[in-house]
Each structure stands twice: as C-alpha cells, then as structure tokens.
C-alpha cells in the first residue's frame, strides 16, 4: 500500500517526488532481495551502499561541487524514509553519512577541509563516521574522557583514548571525532577533529553484535597518539560541544525518518495480513479489535509524518535565520521512535506466531525499531530537551 503523497505542512516539488520513487525503487529492487540475509549474517552492505553513493544518496544536502546531490532537508529524510522502509540498516547508513557527517563540515568546514574531507565522501568514493559516545559517556557527553594535547611544535594534535557504538566505523574512511582540550573548561573544552583513520595510531575494536540493523556495521575505536594536524581542527578549538549538539539536531531528523520508515512497513504488512488472514470464518480484518489495532497504528505514522515535515521545516528555515531548531528535531524523533515501537508490536500481535516466526520480515521490523529509541539522545534525553526548551530552564 501507499502512504500520504504530501502533509499539511510540506508539498513536494517534482524533484522529491522524482527522488522518492527513484529511492523506492533502489530499495525494492537492490536491496530486498538481500535484506534478510545481511541481517542473518550481520554482513556491512559494501556493494548496495556504493550503488546509493552512485544515485547521490550519501550527500543530499551536499551541493553538486561537493560531490553531493544539491538537494533539501526533506529530500534527505524522504531517502532515509524509503530506505528503512526496506532494511532500516541501510537507512541508518545514509542518516549517519548525511546528517551527521556530511552536514558538520558543510555548516562548519573551511573550503580547503570541504575539499578533503567532504567531497570524497559526499559523493560515496569514501564513508564518513560521527564519533561522540564512549564506554562511559554516553548521553553525558560532557564527560568525555578522550583527551587532544597539542605537540611541541604546535603542528598536530595527539589524540588517546577510546570510542564506542561509533555507527559506520568499522569501514569509515574519515571521521568526524570529538575529544577533551581543556580538561578545566568542562563542555567549552571539548573540541572537532576531522580524522583521516587511514593513518596511523588509530586501530578499530571488534564489530558490535547487535540486536537490530545488523548490517550497520558499529565498533569502538581506539587512538594511540594519533596525530591529527592543527588544520583538521572543525571551527575553533573549545567549539566541539556546540557542535556536537547542533549536528545531533540534524541526526535526530534523520532516525525519526527511519523510524518513520520502519513503522509504515510494519503498518503495510498488517493491513495486507489482516485482509487476507481468515479465522472463524472470514479475514481477520471484519474483527473489531484488529481494526483498532489498525486505526490507533495509522493514527500515530500521520502524526509522526507532521512532526517529522515540522522539524524539516525548522531545519530549512534555520538555513536563513541560524535559529535552533532542537525542539522540533527532539518531538520528532522522540514520537516517531515510540510509534515505530509501538506499530512493529501490534504489527507482531496482528500476525500472530508468524510475526514472532523468522520466515516474515516483522520480526526484524521490531528488532530494528528498537535502537530508534536509544542513539541520538534516548527517549528521556528527548524529553529532559523537550521540556527545559518549553520550560526555558538549564
């Protein structure tokens, strides 16, 4: 089945809808057929993740001289929308190249970095990586424990410590790396570095073995005196937090676009099950419970789809007026993570042993829509941002 063409909030231009169908096509051509087995195997999609660098899918928002394809914030979240639609991996693949990586340096890259480390990555040659969490800050980033010190010389930056759940990182070619400078200055001491992790002093720790978007691939990274120069310094030296913050706005778009994703395929395999699926003598979907199953689902994706085109458009106004658009981003992705929980359950209720079966997809549906409640900001993050945005309070 089909879902909203449009909202009430954001019309699409011949060019999204173009990209839409092209992506839904991508998705169910290119990667259904192997979706299940990536997720058995837990394999990182090296092959269908360069066809998508192909189509311009790993730096939308990216203009052309970039290597991007010149597109908007709601071309992106349309992307990942379609792709989780499919295989929420490759949708977390496209969310972290585009809206964590790729939309830093945009916003905050000298030309000569853009060039570097940008290009090559917005156009798929390279995959870029975010590293903020570690093994004992997570949603307190503040208490960071990596640490940069700046050589003799002042010519490059030494880097030790670890990360964790770094999403990409095991294939990653260049990073987007936040460390402690100015242990004292607490979060104004945290700084950007760009990381070629070609170089030495930086070796990757095992592959994560999760539960859900298996084929995503995720490990720790460990750095040993890397030498980072002074000049794969992002914006200024103490500006990393700030950062760090306003990209995790763009990032939380993205998983509440793949949330978004996750949701309507489970949705679209129920209504289709309960059609077809007969008990005491007709479709399942004649029984009244079923239907409010199917009612309170349909409910909660179209009001996800609005706060989700809300924080788009939050997003496309910030370009203009450099307003903050946390609030939006954090509604969006808390709501649309919880409805994704909240569908792909009912969705295995509605299917029965089936759904809790490995032969249909459901299974995998709920596994992967569990992670959307956990990275980028847990759902008590998003509503300590929530209210101390509304509260006006610190």
Known sequence: MDFAEDSALLRLTDEQRMLR????????????PVAAELDETGAYPAETVRRMGALGLMGIEVPEKYGGAGMDALACALTIEELARVDASHGTIVSVNNSLYCGAILARGSE????????????????????????SSGSDAGAMACRAELNAAGTHWMINGRKSWVTNGPVAERLLLFAVTDPAAGNRGITAFLIDATQPGLTRGRVEPKLGIRASATCEL??????????SV??????????????LDAGRIGIAAQALGIAEAAFAASVS???????FGGPIARFQLIQ????DMK???EASRLLLHDAVAAKQRSRKTGERYTLQASMA?????????????????????????RELPLERYWRDARITRIYEGSSEIQRLVIARNVLEVR
């Open 234 to 247: 992002l914006g200024q030296p103490g500006e990393g937090f700030r950062i760090a913050m306003s990209v």
């Open 21 to 32: 169908a092209t992506v839904r096509d991508f998705a169910q051509r290119e990667i259904a």
């Open 299 to 301: 409910i909660r994706i």
């Open 222 to 231: 460990h750095f040993d005196n890397y030498a980072c120069p002074v000049d």
């Open 333 to 357: 992705k808390l709501h649309a993570s919880e409805t994704a929980a909240y569908v792909t359950d009912e969705a295995l209720q509605i299917h029965g042993g089936m759904g809790y079966s």
């Open 112 to 135: 000569e970095q853009k060039r570097e480390f940008l290009l090559p990555v917005a156009s798929g040659r390279q995959t870029g990586a975010y590293s903020l969490s570690e093994p």
């Open 292 to 295: 409010q199953k199917i009612a």
């Open 273 to 279: 099950w309960a059609r077809q699926r007969e008990a």
